[in-house]
């Protein structure tokens, strides 16, 4: 008898549990835990600088990799579904996100909120031709805004702007406190980038690049940008070898000997540009258009420009 007594009790409490699972279940779903606001955001340089401002109030979801070529990253069904479902998507424009952008549009004609920030923050215009070179893309609109720290403070306020009117349920004093946060650490940056900068002497200013990738960053730091190997502001462009030619020729005429290259592109072509000088370049190595992994160089925009203003100074004086 005591045997059926309590089997029935261990029957009676499987039940109630069952029964609080279920309900703790539906209590969930209805609850919409899962339904978090959310921010898609094209490149990783971007996506640092949101998830900055973002911090805990939305997903920030980046869909360029580490070390990924923003001119010729593409996208899955998957991603491309992203877009089209998030409350908020930040890119850069400007004919960037080359393979993305016709997937963005299509996210803001099915009425998602876009943001570009590129075309926010005082885009200049590219100025590529070398001495005696092609000038195929002067006047047109330079990406790469993201070298002038200034500018992207200018983005970053702005994408703090657009979180808090186009996302739902965040908390607006939180995204502004990190906003500020955020805009003071980006302050500190220029002023140790001008320090930086400020040993490199006026006959040494000059800058030859892999691809036309550092206006901004000549603009506001007082260097020159003489020419690049790949004459062109896309990674997708390649240089005939009269472009080889002028660009030997300009950097003869200014005393240049050093080369910058992306880190997440292959070097092949500064090297080309050895050989035609004799041998007497130095190729340094730059994270330009991509953050790394955590841990590998330049995992934050900060760590990149920081990162990259030590290496040019280097390179630039002889250091």
Known sequence: MSVRVGAARIRAALVTLISFSVLAAATGCAGGD?????????????????REIVGDEADVSVLMKPNADPHSFGLSAVQAAELENADLVVYNGLGLEENVLR????????????FAA???????????GQDG?????????DPHFWTD????RKAAGLIADQVTEHVGG?????????????????????????????????????????????????????FRVIGAVIPSGTTLASPSSSDLRSLTRAMEKAGVRTVFADSSQPTKLAEVLRQEMGGD???????????????KGAGTYLE????????????????
């Open 170 to 222: 965040v908390d607006e004093k939180a995204v502004r406190a990190n906003a500020a946060r955020y805009d003071g650490q980006l302050a500190d940056l220029t002023t140790w980038m001008e320090k930086s900068f400020a040993a490199v002497p006026e006959n040494r200013r000059a800058l030859v690049t892999n691809h036309h990738v550092f206006g901004y960053l000549a603009d506001r730091f007082g």
């Open 281 to 295: 370049v130095d190729v340094v190595s730059l994270y330009s258009e991509s953050l790394t992994e955590k841990g």
């Open 133 to 141: 070179g092609p000038e195929d893309e002067a006047g047109e609109p």
């Open 103 to 114: 997937h963005v549009e299509a996210a803001r004609e099915s009425g998602v909120a876009t």
């Open 149 to 152: 720290p200034d500018r992207v």
């Open 34 to 50: 899962d339904e978090r606001p959310r921010v898609v955001v094209t490149t990783n340089i971007l996506g640092d600088i949101t």
């Open 304 to 319: 990149m420009m920081r990162a990259n203003t030590s290496a040019m100074a280097e390179g630039l004086t002889g250091a």
């Open 118 to 128: 590129g075309e926010a923050a005082d885009p200049l215009t590219f100025h590529t």
